[in-house]
């Protein structure tokens, strides 16, 4: 029992299943701040507008059936800023997570001719603009040495 105890504490504890919950209990929160903007301030407002008392209580009827509009449009409005909330605060952790990593550097492809001062690639053992000979850094006759084998 304290096995099972001890690894379900590793697994609760885990910074995945943490971010997870305190995600899951923010968005709960925020759902309520987005259904209060959409059904106290927006319907009544956009209800001026259209027939009704809000926009919820708008629909059409065809054929004796009545086909409530207003509320998917009000739903459609309450999914859509929520998933604008959720977008913007992913990218604000991406980017506060990439503050402390640095780029990879890129691999040398040039170095300079220390005669003319023409870029050349680093491979090169003769410069292409002054034809002068290059001398081999050591760990580039290794790697000659190497690739001969």
């Known amino acids: 029992m304290k096995k099972f105890l001890k690894e379900f504490k590793e697994f609760a504890m885990r910074g995945n299943?943490?971010?997870?919950?305190?995600?899951?209990?923010?968005?709960?929160?925020f759902q309520g701040i987005v259904t209060a903007f959409i059904?106290?301030?927006f319907s009544p407002i956009l209800g001026l507008i259209l027939p009704g008392s809000s926009l919820t209580d708008f629909s059409l009827t065809l054929f004796g059936s009545s086909i409530r509009i207003g509320?998917?449009?009000?739903?459609?409005?309450?999914?859509?800023?929520?998933?604008?909330?959720?977008?913007?605060?992913?990218?604000m952790v991406n980017?506060?997570?990439?503050?402390?990593k640095h780029p990879e550097e890129a691999p040398v492809?040039?170095?300079?001719?220390?005669?003319?001062?023409?870029?050349?690639?680093?491979?090169?053992t003769r410069c292409p603009h002054c034809?002068?000979?290059?001398?081999?850094?050591?760990?580039?006759?290794?790697?000659?040495?190497?690739?001969?084998?």
Request: proline share 1%.
């Open 109 to 124: 492809t040039e170095k300079v001719c220390p005669f003319c001062r023409s870029s050349i690639a680093v491979e090169a």
């Open 17 to 29: 299943v943490l971010g997870l919950a305190v995600g899951v209990i923010i968005g709960g929160g």
């Open 71 to 91: 509320d998917f449009i009000s739903q459609l409005i309450h999914f859509i800023l929520l998933a604008l909330v959720v977008f913007l605060i992913v990218k």
């Open 95 to 100: 980017k506060v997570m990439s503050l402390g």
């Open 131 to 149: 034809t002068s000979e290059l001398l081999l850094d050591e760990k580039e006759e290794e790697k000659e040495v190497a690739e001969a084998k």
């Open 39 to 41: 059904e106290d301030l």
